[in-house]
């Protein structure tokens, strides 16, 4: 933590070394904004600050907002909450070759991650080799999640709860393009150290594969010597838009130990479609993903430890005007609305075969004011309803959340 936080402070200052520099120098490298731009693309495709010639770019994002939020009637009140910094530090190291790296401050100084620190060596369009820290590529949110790009104060549940959002691990791997006509075809595929036996060893219990996220350890180690798999294809059309098929698996736990055989293997297995698209005429934003895991629960688990699990989410962006508006030329305001679904246990009970529930709906509608694209103020109000294992009546959450999220 206190190399990250000396890292940082060293871009700060690095950042304040160019307000020093002659204005003409500086420039913005712009956000790609292309219909061929793909959710793989979203990790280079952000706005940086740049000196000159000079071959490292510095950029990043902020997001804050305010809530009043209460579970069946009952409220901790107003809150005001500092959700995330996060810089970036990119740099052309010599032709075909850059790296990249991303850190990311949460709740003040609460947690700091290396979400991504990779080299990138372009060989050919279609084969380019990435190694260090990388994000997998399971489903489109974990790699398109840049708090400006979304009308939403909170992350998808399933993105967050079902699949642990922002999942990168040490590894390698490969991916490429191919440009045909109105056609984009993409794929990658990445070898990294995985999960551990957090999985169903947490103090929720219940499975649960963000809980992987606190091994720190995974950066430096494998947890059981099996590497995880992690592979996506994606395809897109100019005018219909961008499909992706996702796969992520590997064994979770530690099964052998100095030679001696502890456990058998016991998997993982995630699998994730993702599509979105713009209408034409009405310029409605659809985007959508949905997720199935699999996991092999040792016979002496209880049943509220699922071994299947799934859910996913959509958003539909609507934009109502657009125009100059307060000297912005460019400004939108958008309406919105997210529907979301997570199934923490997918099955019925061996004894009575009744329904396991251990389940959650939400509905988020929104507005949202964009003056520039890299920059939103959102307001959101929250209905989310929770049944536990048993099925007994829902936990209601309802609120209000006000918040902005803008690049720099």
Request: charged residues 20%; contains cysteine.
């Amino acid at each position: 933590m206190k190399q990250a936080i000396l890292l940082t402070l060293y871009c700060l200052l690095a950042c304040s070394a160019f307000c020093q520099i002659d204005p003409d120098l500086l420039r913005r490298v712009p956000v790609k904004n292309d219909s061929f731009q793909l959710n793989m693309d979203a990790i280079y495709n952000r706005p940086f600050l740049q000196v000159g010639k000079l071959p490292v770019a510095v950029g990043g994002y902020v997001e804050g907002n305010y809530q009043y939020v209460s579970n069946n009637g009952v409220s901790e009140g107003h809150q005001f909450q500092m959700r995330r910094l996060t810089i970036f530090l990119s740099s052309s190291i010599n032709k075909r070759i850059k790296f990249l790296t991303e850190i990311e401050f949460e709740d003040g100084t609460k947690e700091i991650n290396i979400e991504f620190a990779s080299v990138d060596i372009e060989f050919a369009p279609l084969l380019n080799l990435r190694g260090g820290i990388v994000m997998n590529p399971i489903g489109a949110f974990n790699q398109n999640h840049d708090g400006p790009k979304w009308e939403f104060v909170d992350r998808p549940i399933s993105a967050t709860q079902l699949l642990p959002a922002t999942w990168s691990n040490v590894g390698f791997g490969l991916y490429g393009k191919k440009y045909t006509d109105n056609w984009v075809y993409a794929y990658e595929v990445y070898l990294t150290n995985g999960f551990d036996d957090r999985i169903i060893a947490n103090p929720d219990n219940r499975t649960s594969l963000p809980a992987s996220k606190e091994n720190k350890d995974r950066f430096e180690e494998s947890f059981n010597g099996s590497p995880l798999l992690t592979g996506k294809f994606a395809i897109r059309n100019r005018q219909i838009g961008e499909l992706g098929l996702s796969y992520m698996g590997g064994v979770y736990n530690k099964f052998e130990e100095d030679g001696i055989v502890l456990d058998q293997k016991r998997r993982v297995d995630v699998l994730a479609l993702d599509f979105n698209t713009s209408l034409p005429h009405t310029n409605t934003a659809i985007n959508t993903e949905w997720a199935w895991i699999k996991v092999n629960i040792p016979d002496t688990y209880t049943q509220q430890f699922g071994r299947k699990q799934q859910g996913g989410f959509i958003d539909i962006v609507q934009p109502i005007l657009k125009g100059k508006m307060f000297d912005w030329e460019r400004a939108t305001l958008n309406v919105a609305v997210r529907g979301e679904y997570a199934d923490f246990n997918v099955g019925t009970f061996k004894q009575t075969g009744g329904n396991i529930y251990d389940h959650v709906y939400a509905i988020v509608p929104a507005i949202s004011f964009r003056p520039t694209a890299q920059t939103v103020l959102r307001a959101n109000y929250r209905y989310e309803w929770r049944r536990d294992v048993l099925g007994n009546p829902p936990t209601k959450t309802t609120g209000i959340q006000i918040g902005f999220s803008t690049y720099f």
